[in-house]
């Protein structure tokens, strides 16, 4: 059983910073690529950015490239989302993903397990 809990949200005005963390636990062969997704109202769940078991390898959605980062620390068994320069479109409710094997997806299908969720609100 693998569960994920977010933490870190809050509500901050535009050009601010906030650091998302997702605590890990359960079975590390089912969250060897972890990944952070975001749900606006009225919108569909988007990709923000990935990682990969090592830390080695990540990527990152068009719209957060150059402001946010995801890393991970396989010692604390967590995942972080690094946000800056945040902007009012980036309000939404944040959620942690994890997978196993080594691909890479952005489509929400390919992950089987996720957190709650933590609400980020950017203010004008």
């Known amino acids: 059983q693998v569960q994920l809990v977010e933490s870190g949200g809050g509500l901050v005005q535009a050009g601010g910073s906030l650091r998302l963390s997702c605590a890990v636990s359960?079975?590390?062969?089912?969250?060897?690529?972890m990944a952070w997704f975001r749900q606006a109202p009225g919108k569909e769940r988007e990709f923000v950015a990935v990682?990969?078991?090592?830390?080695?390898?990540?990527s990152h959605a068009d719209s957060v490239k150059g402001r946010f980062t995801i890393s991970r620390d396989n010692a604390k068994n967590t995942v972080h989302l690094q946000m800056n320069s945040l902007k009012p479109e980036d309000t939404a409710v944040y959620y942690c993903?994890?997978?196993?094997?080594?691909?890479?997806?952005?489509?929400?299908?390919?992950?089987?397990?996720w957190g709650e969720g933590t609400q980020v609100t950017v203010s004008s």
């Open positions: 993903a994890a997978r196993s094997g080594s691909a890479f997806y952005t489509r929400t299908s390919e992950y089987g397990y």
């Open positions: 359960g079975r590390t062969s089912s969250t060897s690529v």
């Open positions: 990682i990969s078991w090592s830390g080695g390898v990540t």
